[in-house]
């Protein structure tokens, strides 16, 4: 007997099983229990109290843990104060990766490895730290086979120069990407046939043309802002060193490094000016041909390197011609060096020799600086990058502040209070003239009135602009009450295209709410549906229709007033009380709100209340013709996505709207490619565009996604028409904007999410500055340009300095719109209306986003969703194209 109990107890506790813990609170005598149900509450017993100390051993694990990590930091804390104070501290490669943030603190800046043959690369890259400037490897160098592949000091352009000539494989991490100021490349090797001379005494060769060049350039890129330390002139040639100190006097130069290539192994600077002085290559050619010495050269700039010399002879040599070659595909080899003044980046100046640098006496251009002193005149110098203003008056100012508010002057003779009176003239409109005596403009009226426009808004405009309705539309600036696909308003105006919806979705399951865009497809929820009551229980998964019918007893709770709840079992209770609330409950809107024992529903989205009998009558009864969409509040139009009454209808509209989302995408695909086709038919494309409409038809493209590449197509096309028609008109000034519109491209390209609305403006910008150049005919062809007369000068000088500020990479929205309408008032002046012709390909394909609007889908009889292009009455309704059928 005693045995056979042992064994049953010992079969009782090794189950897992237990009671529930549901079950266990309703128990209410414990010796009732049969013997079986003890043991399932004993173990839901042990259940709990293991899990209560598997909680606090986990806490006492955590505490441990953050305990013996103190521990550690303060060990590492006392070898470091011990180490720092050493000069040479001893490690093994493996002690270094064991204590390696210990070497991390320490920051040894000198790192010398014994028998680096022996050791593993890997070992060796765990040595360096952030710190670290010198590595010493000590071994035989056959048998090293280290390959460091990233370089962090010099600009991208130099090392691309390098690979794979000098180095095999050389990559690019944190490196300089410093835009070298007033030159328009970072590196750039110029040639020219000016030949060396033999110095008196034997004591070299010498090339005065390449003296005189680098000594000009130094001073113009000292005008720039950059120190004199910061710049290096390397030579092979003892005698060019000779030369160049002589024609350098330190009083300007003070700082200029000026050695051989040789001396300046293993140093480095910001810009490097490399002149290779020979022609005749007798003597050199094997200097040249060592690629460690055309390394050492090549490789000492880390912002800038500028090399001159005759390319002609040195492409001779094979080590040379395939850098020059690679220089030359990146246009970085040439007669001339291109120089931009950084306040007129429009101006440009192309230098070769000594005097070209005339043209940019202060590192800036031959326009007048004309900036406000706080003398009251203006910097007398030309232009000039730095803020050394000087006054050319007796006053002998020397000032860097502008005037933040200059004296405006006064045409008029009349006295000032007499032109600020009103005008007063009577109207045709029985109003009177509002402006002030002494206006250039013929008289209008000014006053505000209401009117209603052919939309049905009511707009307050002006009533000179009422009156010219006719001729000139007015844009309705009201909210536009379009119903969108996800049943969010759509937030633009009134009879412009609707915009892409970007609120957050409110769809929301008992376990979650959704996340993401209302625009994107919505995560599903694969957990069990929570809609149960006493009477029902749905067995459906949460994104399936639910199975259960709505619950038709009435709720037993009462409210916080303690009278019972108007509401039905198994759903929230309404927030209003027959008694308390008697006039708002018993308001007819189905006709039986006032029954003693009416029952009510509350909807969640807008929170008004409707008897149920005629709600679930309401919900039932048949949609209209074709409707897509969710169902709306009968009172105010909210779309209902929360009534546990209506669950199943609720679902099927929210997964209707998911399958509208993906066919929405399909179309905003199919309207973009026709307009990508539509352009190149007309001549108009770009490289850049078939990678994005491949990433347009990917599966798991989402609408704000697809209209983001949309917009990136659009730019790019507008760029490539705006090069177009440069090109035909105004073939001179192609070079000029060609930087401006690559580094736009290569921008919109890159850019992410509302970045792009950005460009739309530059884009703006750069078509006012081909208007600009157009109506100066400064590029125009001979027989095209523009004769400037002496009634014109003055635009002219309008004109240019408008150019000048169009050049500006980027421009403010707002700066764009005001210089547009200088060059418009400039261009009524000159009596030359301006063209508007560089986008006019492309402007009369803007993307039309009405498939957004809900009124443009329809279902047909087999209830299936297509787009209906025909839902404003442009054109004839169309068929499903899945079944071809019209609509229900």
């Given at each position: 007997?005693?045995?056979?109990?042992?064994?049953?107890?010992?079969?009782?506790?090794?189950?897992?099983?237990?009671?529930?813990?549901?079950?266990?609170?309703?128990?209410?005598?414990?010796?009732?229990?049969?013997?079986?149900?003890?043991?399932?509450?004993?173990?839901?017993?042990?259940?709990?109290?293991?899990?209560?100390?598997?909680?606090?051993?986990?806490?006492?694990?955590?505490?441990?843990?953050?305990?013996?990590?103190?521990?550690?930091?303060?060990?590492?804390?006392?070898?470091?104060?011990?180490?720092?104070?050493?000069?040479?501290?001893?490690?093994?490669?493996?002690?270094?990766?064991?204590?390696?943030?210990?070497?991390?603190?320490?920051?040894?800046?000198?790192?010398?490895?014994?028998?680096?043959?022996?050791?593993?690369?890997?070992?060796?890259?765990?040595?360096?730290?952030?710190?670290?400037?010198?590595?010493?490897?000590?071994?035989?160098?056959?048998?090293?086979?280290?390959?460091?592949?990233?370089?962090?000091?010099?600009?991208?352009?130099?090392?691309?120069?390098?690979?794979?000539?000098?180095?095999?494989?050389?990559?690019?991490?944190?490196?300089?990407?410093?835009?070298?100021?007033?030159?328009?490349?970072?590196?750039?090797?110029?040639?020219?046939?000016?030949?060396?001379?033999?110095?008196?005494?034997?004591?070299?060769?010498?090339?005065?043309?390449?003296?005189?060049?680098?000594?000009?350039?130094?001073?113009?890129?000292?005008?720039?802002?950059?120190?004199?330390?910061?710049?290096?002139?390397?030579?092979?040639?003892?005698?060019?060193?000779?030369?160049?100190?002589?024609?350098?006097?330190?009083?300007?130069?003070?700082?200029?490094?000026?050695?051989?290539?040789?001396?300046?192994?293993?140093?480095?600077?910001?810009?490097?000016?490399?002149?290779?002085?020979?022609?005749?290559?007798?003597?050199?050619?094997?200097?040249?041909?060592?690629?460690?010495?055309?390394?050492?050269?090549?490789?000492?700039?880390?912002?800038?390197?500028?090399?001159?010399?005759?390319?002609?002879?040195?492409?001779?040599?094979?080590?040379?011609?395939?850098?020059?070659?690679?220089?030359?595909?990146?246009?970085?080899?040439?007669?001339?060096?291109?120089?931009?003044?950084?306040?007129?980046?429009?101006?440009?100046?192309?230098?070769?020799?000594?005097?070209?640098?005339?043209?940019?006496?202060?590192?800036?251009?031959?326009?007048?600086?004309?900036?406000?002193?706080?003398?009251?005149?203006?910097?007398?110098?030309?232009?000039?990058?730095?803020?050394?203003?000087?006054?050319?008056?007796?006053?002998?100012?020397?000032?860097?502040?502008?005037?933040?508010?200059?004296?405006?002057?006064?045409?008029?003779?009349?006295?000032?209070?007499?032109?600020?009176?009103?005008?007063?003239?009577?109207?045709?409109?029985?109003?009177?003239?509002?402006?002030?005596?002494?206006?250039?403009?013929?008289?209008?009226?000014?006053?505000?009135?209401?009117?209603?426009?052919?939309?049905?808004?009511?707009?307050?405009?002006?009533?000179?602009?009422?009156?010219?309705?006719?001729?000139?539309?007015?844009?309705?600036?009201?909210?536009?009450?379009?119903?969108?696909?996800?049943?969010?308003?759509?937030?633009?105006?009134?009879?412009?295209?609707?915009?892409?919806?970007?609120?957050?979705?409110?769809?929301?399951?008992?376990?979650?709410?959704?996340?993401?865009?209302?625009?994107?497809?919505?995560?599903?929820?694969?957990?069990?549906?929570?809609?149960?009551?006493?009477?029902?229980?749905?067995?459906?998964?949460?994104?399936?229709?639910?199975?259960?019918?709505?619950?038709?007893?009435?709720?037993?709770?009462?409210?916080?007033?303690?009278?019972?709840?108007?509401?039905?079992?198994?759903?929230?209770?309404?927030?209003?009380?027959?008694?308390?609330?008697?006039?708002?409950?018993?308001?007819?809107?189905?006709?039986?709100?006032?029954?003693?024992?009416?029952?009510?529903?509350?909807?969640?989205?807008?929170?008004?209340?409707?008897?149920?009998?005629?709600?679930?009558?309401?919900?039932?009864?048949?949609?209209?013709?074709?409707?897509?969409?969710?169902?709306?509040?009968?009172?105010?139009?909210?779309?209902?996505r929360q009534n546990l009454r209506c669950n199943r209808v609720i679902k099927g509209k929210l997964h209707e709207l998911e399958v509208l989302k993906q066919k929405a995408t399909v179309v905003l695909s199919a309207q973009t490619q026709d307009m990508v086709k539509e352009m190149e038919s007309k001549g108009i494309m770009s490289?850049?565009?078939?990678?994005?409409?491949?990433?347009?038809?990917?599966?798991?493209?989402?609408?704000?996604?697809?209209?983001?590449?949309?917009?990136?197509?659009?730019?790019?096309?507008?760029?490539?028409?705006?090069?177009?028609?440069?090109?035909?008109?105004?073939?001179?000034?192609?070079?000029?904007?060609?930087?401006?519109?690559?580094?736009?491209?290569?921008?919109?390209?890159?850019?992410?999410?509302?970045?792009?609305?950005?460009?739309?403006?530059?884009?703006?910008?750069?078509?006012?500055?081909?208007?600009?150049?157009?109506?100066?005919?400064?590029?125009?062809?001979?027989?095209?340009?523009?004769?400037?007369?002496?009634?014109?000068?003055?635009?002219?000088?309008?004109?240019?300095?408008?150019?000048?500020?169009?050049?500006?990479?980027?421009?403010?929205?707002?700066?764009?719109?005001?210089?547009?309408?200088?060059?418009?008032?400039?261009?009524?002046?000159?009596?030359?209306?301006?063209?508007?012709?560089?986008?006019?390909?492309?402007?009369?394909?803007?993307?039309?986003?009405?498939?957004?609007?809900?009124?443009?889908?329809?279902?047909?009889?087999?209830?299936?969703?297509?787009?209906?292009?025909?839902?404003?009455?442009?054109?004839?309704?169309?068929?499903?194209?899945?079944?071809?059928?019209?609509?229900?």
């Open positions: 007997m005693k045995r056979s109990l042992e064994a049953v107890v010992k079969q009782e506790l090794h189950k897992v099983d237990h009671m529930p813990e549901v079950d266990a609170r309703q128990i209410t005598d414990l010796w009732a229990l049969p013997l079986k149900e003890r043991w399932h509450l004993y173990r839901l017993w042990l259940s709990i109290y293991q899990k209560d100390v598997k909680a606090a051993i986990m806490d006492l694990e955590i505490q441990y843990e953050a305990i013996a990590k103190r521990i550690e930091e303060v060990r590492l804390m006392e070898d470091e104060r011990i180490l720092k104070q050493a000069k040479v501290i001893g490690m093994t490669t493996a002690g270094v990766a064991r204590y390696r943030k210990l070497l991390q603190e320490i920051r040894p800046g000198v790192i010398l490895v014994e028998e680096a043959q022996e050791v593993p690369e890997a070992h060796v890259v765990t040595t360096l730290t952030s710190a670290c400037q010198h590595l010493i490897l000590i071994g035989d160098r056959q048998q090293m086979m280290f390959c460091f592949l990233l370089q962090h000091r010099m600009h991208p352009d130099i090392a691309q120069i390098l690979t794979p000539h000098i180095y095999n494989k050389l990559n690019n991490q944190n490196s300089v990407e410093e835009k070298i100021k007033g030159v328009t490349t970072n590196i750039f090797f110029l040639d020219h046939k000016h030949h060396e001379e033999i110095m008196h005494r034997g004591q070299g060769h010498q090339n005065l043309h390449e003296v005189s060049f680098m000594k000009s350039l130094c001073q113009y890129l000292i005008y720039q802002g950059y120190r004199a330390s910061q710049i290096t002139v390397l030579t092979p040639c003892e005698g060019q060193i000779v030369c160049l100190r002589k024609c350098m006097p330190k009083s300007t130069f003070l700082g200029v490094k000026v050695c051989l290539v040789d001396e300046f192994q293993g140093r480095e600077n910001d810009i490097i000016i490399l002149s290779l002085v020979r022609s005749d290559m007798e003597g050199q050619a094997d200097l040249w041909k060592n690629s460690k010495y055309i390394g050492i050269a090549l490789s000492r700039a880390k912002k800038a390197f500028y090399c001159v010399g005759n390319m002609t002879a040195h492409s001779a040599l094979p080590m040379w011609s395939k850098i020059l070659s690679a220089a030359s595909s990146c246009r970085q080899v040439g007669e001339a060096l291109i120089l931009h003044c950084e306040n007129h980046p429009a101006i440009i100046t192309a230098v070769s020799k000594e005097d070209d640098f005339l043209k940019v006496p202060l590192g800036g251009c031959l326009q007048p600086c004309s900036s406000s002193l706080s003398c009251g005149h203006t910097c007398s110098r030309p232009c000039h990058p730095n803020w050394d203003h000087k006054c050319g008056y007796s006053c002998n100012a020397e000032d860097d502040t502008w005037l933040t508010n200059p004296p405006m002057s006064h045409e008029q003779d009349a006295p000032y209070h007499d032109l600020t009176r009103p005008c007063g003239k009577p109207l045709p409109c029985e109003h009177t003239c509002a402006y002030d005596r002494g206006h250039s403009n013929a008289c209008c009226c000014s006053q505000k009135v209401i009117v209603e426009l052919q939309c049905g808004h009511q707009q307050s405009v002006l009533c000179h602009v009422w009156q010219k309705r006719e001729q000139q539309p007015i844009k309705c600036m009201s909210r536009c009450e379009a119903r969108l696909i996800c049943s969010h308003q759509c937030r633009g105006k009134c009879g412009a295209p609707c915009v892409p919806c970007t609120k957050p979705c409110r769809t929301k399951c008992y376990h979650q709410r959704c996340q993401r865009s209302c625009l994107v497809a919505c995560q599903p929820c694969s957990r069990k549906c929570g809609w149960l009551c006493s009477h029902y229980h749905c067995t459906k998964l949460c994104l399936e229709p639910c199975d259960r019918p709505p619950c038709s007893m009435p709720c037993r709770k009462l409210l916080r007033c303690q009278h019972p709840c108007i509401g039905m079992c198994g759903e929230p209770c309404p927030g209003k009380c027959r008694v308390c609330d008697a006039d708002e409950v018993r308001e007819l809107f189905f006709g039986s709100e006032a029954d003693p024992g009416a029952r009510f529903v509350q909807l969640a989205d807008c929170r008004h209340i409707f008897e149920v009998r005629g709600f679930d009558s309401w919900i039932a009864a048949p949609e209209e013709s074709g409707l897509v969409g969710m169902k709306a509040c009968p009172k105010c139009d909210v779309p209902i490289s850049f565009v078939p990678p994005l409409l491949s990433t347009l038809n990917e599966l798991d493209v989402d609408i704000p996604r697809g209209v983001h590449i949309n917009k990136q197509i659009t730019l790019l096309l507008q760029l490539s028409e705006i090069r177009n028609k440069i090109q035909m008109t105004m073939p001179g000034f192609l070079p000029i904007i060609n930087y401006q519109l690559d580094v736009l491209t290569k921008e919109i390209i890159q850019a992410n999410g509302d970045r792009v609305l950005e460009y739309e403006c530059q884009v703006r910008r750069i078509t006012l500055l081909a208007e600009a150049q157009k109506l100066s005919g400064k590029y125009m062809y001979p027989q095209c340009s523009p004769a400037i007369s002496a009634a014109t000068a003055w635009e002219h000088e309008k004109l240019d300095a408008i150019i000048t500020d169009l050049s500006v990479m980027p421009l403010l929205e707002k700066d764009v719109k005001k210089l547009e309408t200088s060059l418009n008032d400039i261009a009524r002046n000159m009596k030359v209306p301006l063209s508007m012709k560089f986008l006019e390909e492309t402007s009369k394909v803007a993307m039309n986003f009405s498939f957004l609007k809900l009124n443009h889908w329809s279902k047909c009889s087999n209830n299936h969703i297509y787009y209906n292009r025909g839902a404003d009455g442009v054109t004839k309704s169309e068929v499903c194209n899945e079944c071809f059928k019209m609509r229900v």
